[in-house]
C-alpha cells in the first residue's frame, strides 16, 4: 500500500516547538523508507502519528486508498491496520513466543503461525517466554507479531538499538529478505546510516 | 597492615547485620521451637467446639475481602493509569487515602453510621422511608468484608497503578495497534500484565487481615487471629495460640508458594529496559463524567464519609476526653513510632549495605528473614517476643537483684522495650523494600568511583550514595511510620500497665460502646497518616514527572 502524508503539523502538548510544520511525504507501495536524524528530531514521533498513538497531529494521511486522517477524520490506532516495532519490541513477558505472534491475528491460524516460525526462522523457540530468548531472536518475534495481523503497512523504530553490532550484519540481511518476501510497504526510523544504506530503498533526512 | 585492619572492619559489620537479621527471627524461632502438635486437653476442646467456625470465618474473610479488594484496586488503578478525565489528578492520590483509616476504626465508624441511632437510620425514619434494620446491619462476616476491602484495597491500587503507568505503556499500545478491542485487552493484557503486582498488594491484604484483632472483636467474629488473642488472654495457657500461629505460618507459606508454582517460567516485566510511560487515552462524551462520577462515589465511601462521620462525633465529644492523658498518649503514639520506624532504617540500612557489598546474588535469604515478620500476625509475634523476654528477664534477674535486692522478676519483658522490639521484628519489611530498591537503582558503580578517588566505602555512602537514595530513605521511613502509628494487636498484648496509644485508646472507648469519644483518638491517627501519606505522594508525584522528562520522545 502506498502511504502519502500533506500539511502535517505536530506539536508535543507541554511544548511551544512545533516538531512538524506543513512536512509532506510519499512512499510507493512495497518500498522501504529509511527515515534518519539526530535524536529529537521527531523520526519516532512520525511514526507513532502515522500509526495513530498520537491524536494532536494536524495534517491529511492516507495509507492506500484509505484516508486515515484529516481535519474531520481521525481513524484510532486500532484501525488503521498498521504493523508497529516498537524499539524495545514491548513483547508480552507473561506470553510464549507463540502466544505473542498469535496476538497480533484477528483470528488465531495455526497453519499462518507456523509459516510466520519459519519466515522469520523461530522454529522450535515457540514455547519459549521472551526472557529466555536472544536480541536477535526477540527482535524476530516482534517482527512476526507485527507481520501476523497481514498490516498495511508497516513501522519499525530503532530495531537494531538493542542488539550487538556483531548480531546487527547478519540481521540487517534476514530483516531485508523477510520484508521484501512480504512486498510490505516500510518505513524504518534509525540513527545508523550503515542500517539505511543496507536495508532501505529510500532515504529521508529529518 | 591497612588491609588486614580493612577486612576486620568489613567482619564487624557483617557480624553486626546478622545479630541483627537472628534478633529479627528469633520470635519465631521461639514459636517454632515452643508449638506442640500433640493433642493437649485445650487443643482438644477448641477442636470440638470452635475449630470449624473459626477456619469458615477466616477463609469466608479472607476470600472475599480479597475478591473485592481486587476488583475495587485494579478498576481504580487502571481507570487512574489508562485514561484522562476530569478530577483524574486528584483521584491519582487520593486512593492512597483509604490506608490512613485503620480497619478497626472504619468498623466503629461505619456500625455507628448504620446503627439504630446512626445518621442513616435517623434519616430514613425522619422522612419515614421504609427499611429493615437488618439490612443495614454491618456487624457480621458482610460487614467485615466491607470494612476490609474499603481501607485495604490501595494496596492493590498503589503497585497496579504505579506498575501499569512505568511498564505498560509499549504493550498497551501494541494491542491498540493489532486493532484489539477495549474488553480484550483488558482480559488479555492488562490483567495478566498486572499479576504481580497485584497478588503482591493481595498478599498484604491477606496478612492484614489475618493479623487484624480490632474488626473481629468488635463484630464478633471468631477468626484465627481473635482465638489466638483469647485463648492467650482468656485460658493463660500457649498451646492452642502457638499451634493456631504455626498453621497460619504455614497458611502463607503455601500461599506464597502456590504463587510462586503457578507462575512458573512466566515475567512480568522484561529487566533492563528503560520505562516508556504509558500516554493516557482522553475519554470522550458521557463516559467522562461517568467515570469522574463514578470514583467520586467510591472517594465518598471510602474516606469523605467517615472521616466526616469521625469529625461531626469528635466536636460534638471533645469536652468528654480528657486532655492531659490524650497529650500523653499523642507523645506515646509518636514517640514510639518515631523512635521504632528510626531503628528499623538504620537496620535496614545495614543490612542493605551487608547485602549489596557480600551477598549479591545469594542475599535472597536475607531479603525472607527480613520480610518474615510482616508476614506473621501481630498477635503471633506479641507472643514470640514475650517468650523471648520472660526468658531474658529469668537470665538476667541476677543482675535485677545486684542493682536492687527487691528487684522484681519481670522488668524488660513489662517495659515499653519489648513493644519497641516487636514493631522492629513485625515492621522490618515496611521500610526495607524501598531501602533495597533504592539501592538496587543506583548499583555500587559511584561508590567504586569514590574509590578511585581514594574515599572509603563508609566515606561515599553518607557523601555519595545516601543523598542520592533519600526520597526512598524518607518513602520508607513514612510507610514504617504510618504502619506502627495504626498498629493495635502488638501494642493491646505488650504495653506496659496503663500505657496508651492513639491506637490503644481509640479501640477501649469504642469496646466500651462511646463511639463518639473514639473518634477523638481515632480522627488523630488519621490525620497524622494523611500527613505522612501526603509527604509520600508529593515524593512519588516528583519522581514521577522526572522520569517524565528523562523519557520524553
Avoid at chain 2, 67 to 91: M, N, T
Avoid at chain 2, 148 to 161: D, E, N, S
Avoid at chain 2, 478 to 488: M, N, P, R, V, Y
Wanted: net charge positive; proline share 4%.
Amino acid at each position: 500500500m502506498n502511504l502519502s502524508i500533506e500539511q502535517l503539523n505536530f506539536q508535543y502538548k507541554n511544548s511551544r516547538e512545533r516538531i512538524f510544520e506543513k512536512f509532506a511525504l510519499s512512499v510507493q507501495e512495497g518500498q522501504i523508507l529509511a527515515i534518519l536524524g539526530k535524536s529529537g528530531s521527531g523520526k519516532s514521533t512520525l511514526l507513532r502519528i502515522i500509526a495513530g498513538l498520537e491524536e494532536n497531529a494536524e495534517g491529511i494521511i492516507r495509507i492506500g486508498d484509505k484516508l486515515v486522517q484529516s481535519r474531520n477524520i481521525f481513524v484510532p490506532v486500532e484501525k488503521r491496520k498498521v504493523g508497529f516495532v516498537f524499539q524495545d519490541y514491548a513483547l508480552f513477558p507473561f506470553m510464549t513466543v507463540s502466544q505473542n505472534i498469535a496476538f497480533g491475528m484477528k483470528v488465531k491460524d495455526k497453519r499462518k503461525l507456523e509459516s510466520l516460525f519459519s519466515l522469520v526462522q523461530l522454529e522450535g523457540l515457540e514455547k519459549r517466554y521472551p526472557h529466555e530468548l536472544s536480541g536477535g531472536q526477540q527482535q524476530r518475534t516482534a517482527l512476526a507479531r507485527a507481520l501476523a495481523g497481514e498490516p498495511d503497512l508497516l513501522l519499525m523504530d530503532e530495531p537494531f538499538s538493542n542488539l550487538d553490532s556483531t548480531l546487527v550484519m547478519d540481521l540487517r540481511e534476514d530483516l531485508k529478505t523477510i520484508i521484501k518476501s512480504q512486498r510490505m510497504t516500510t518505513l524504518l526510523v534509525t540513527h545508523d546510516p550503515e542500517d539505511a544504506s543496507a536495508l532501505a530503498d529510500r532515504t529521508l533526512m529529518l | 597492615m591497612t588491609f588486614g585492619q580493612k577486612r576486620r572492619k568489613v567482619g564487624a559489620v557483617i557480624a553486626l547485620a546478622f545479630l541483627c537479621l537472628i534478633l529479627i527471627s528469633l520470635p519465631v524461632l521461639a514459636i517454632l521451637f515452643k508449638i506442640e502438635l500433640a493433642a493437649t486437653p485445650e487443643w482438644l476442646h477448641f477442636k470440638e467446639f470452635l475449630l470449624k467456625d473459626t477456619v469458615y470465618n477466616t477463609v469466608y474473610l479472607i476470600v472475599f475481602s480479597l475478591l473485592f479488594s481486587a476488583v475495587l484496586g485494579v478498576l481504580a488503578a487502571v481507570s487512574v493509569a489508562l485514561f484522562d478525565f476530569p478530577l483524574k489528578r486528584f483521584f491519582k492520590w487520593f486512593f492512597y487515602m483509604p490506608l490512613a483509616i485503620p480497619p478497626y476504626i472504619a468498623a466503629y465508624v461505619f456500625a455507628g453510621m448504620t446503627g439504630y441511632t446512626g445518621v442513616i437510620q435517623r434519616t430514613l425514619r425522619t422522612y419515614e422511608i421504609p427499611f429493615k434494620p437488618e439490612h443495614l446491619d454491618l456487624m457480621n462476616l458482610r460487614g467485615a468484608v466491607l470494612i476490609y476491602a474499603i481501607t485495604l484495597f490501595p494496596y492493590v491500587y498503589g503497585p497496579v497503578r504505579a506498575f501499569l503507568e512505568y511498564h505498560a505503556g509499549g504493550m498497551i499500545e501494541v494491542s491498540r495497534v493489532h486493532g484489539h478491542s477495549p474488553v480484550k485487552i483488558f482480559l488479555k493484557v492488562i490483567l495478566p500484565l498486572v499479576r504481580l503486582p497485584m497478588v503482591g498488594g493481595l498478599t498484604l491484604i491477606m496478612m492484614e487481615i489475618l493479623g487484624d484483632y480490632g474488626v473481629v472483636r468488635y463484630f464478633n467474629i471468631r477468626t484465627v487471629s481473635s482465638a489466638i488473642f483469647s485463648s492467650w488472654f482468656g485460658s493463660g495457657t500457649t498451646a492452642v495460640a502457638l499451634r493456631l500461629s504455626f498453621y497460619m505460618m504455614l497458611l502463607i507459606v503455601v500461599f506464597q508458594g502456590f504463587e510462586s508454582f503457578n507462575r512458573s517460567r512466566r515475567r512480568y516485566h522484561m529487566s533492563g529496559q528503560q520505562p516508556r510511560l504509558l500516554e493516557p487515552i482522553p475519554l470522550k462524551g458521557m463516559l467522562r463524567y461517568g467515570v469522574t462520577l463514578g470514583l467520586l462515589i467510591v472517594s465518598l465511601v471510602v474516606f469523605l464519609i467517615p472521616v466526616g462521620q469521625m469529625a461531626v462525633w469528635s466536636v460534638k465529644s471533645y469536652s468528654l476526653v480528657r486532655l492531659d492523658q490524650l497529650f500523653q498518649i499523642i507523645y506515646n503514639t509518636l514517640f514510639y513510632s518515631i523512635l521504632a520506624s528510626l531503628i528499623i532504617l538504620a537496620i535496614n540500612l545495614l543490612i542493605v549495605q551487608v547485602r549489596r557489598w557480600q551477598f549479591d546474588q545469594r542475599g535472597k535469604l536475607m531479603d525472607q528473614v527480613v520480610q518474615m515478620g510482616y508476614a506473621i500476625p501481630g498477635a503471633i509475634i506479641a507472643i514470640g517476643a514475650m517468650v523471648i523476654f520472660v526468658g531474658l528477664d529469668k537470665w538476667l534477674y541476677p543482675v535485677y537483684v545486684l542493682f536492687n535486692p527487691e528487684s522484681k522478676r519481670l522488668i524488660l519483658s513489662t517495659s515499653t522495650v519489648l513493644l519497641v522490639y516487636a514493631f522492629v521484628v513485625r515492621y522490618m519489611a515496611a521500610g526495607y523494600n524501598s531501602v533495597h530498591s533504592g539501592f538496587s537503582k543506583i548499583g555500587i558503580k559511584y561508590s567504586e568511583a569514590a574509590s578511585t578517588l581514594g574515599k572509603g566505602r563508609f566515606y561515599s555512602l553518607v557523601k555519595v550514595e545516601l543523598p542520592m537514595v533519600k526520597t526512598s530513605l524518607i518513602s520508607g521511613f513514612l510507610l514504617t511510620f504510618i504502619d506502627i502509628l495504626k498498629e493495635l494487636p502488638l501494642t493491646l498484648l505488650l504495653r506496659p500497665y496503663n500505657f496508651n496509644t492513639l491506637a490503644s485508646r481509640a479501640y477501649e472507648y469504642a469496646n466500651d460502646e462511646r463511639i463518639m469519644e473514639a473518634s477523638v483518638p481515632a480522627l488523630m491517627i488519621v490525620s497524622l497518616s494523611v500527613a505522612a501519606l501526603l509527604i509520600f505522594a508529593g515524593i512519588h508525584q516528583k519522581k514521577y514527572k522526572r522520569t517524565q522528562e528523562e523519557v520524553k520522545p
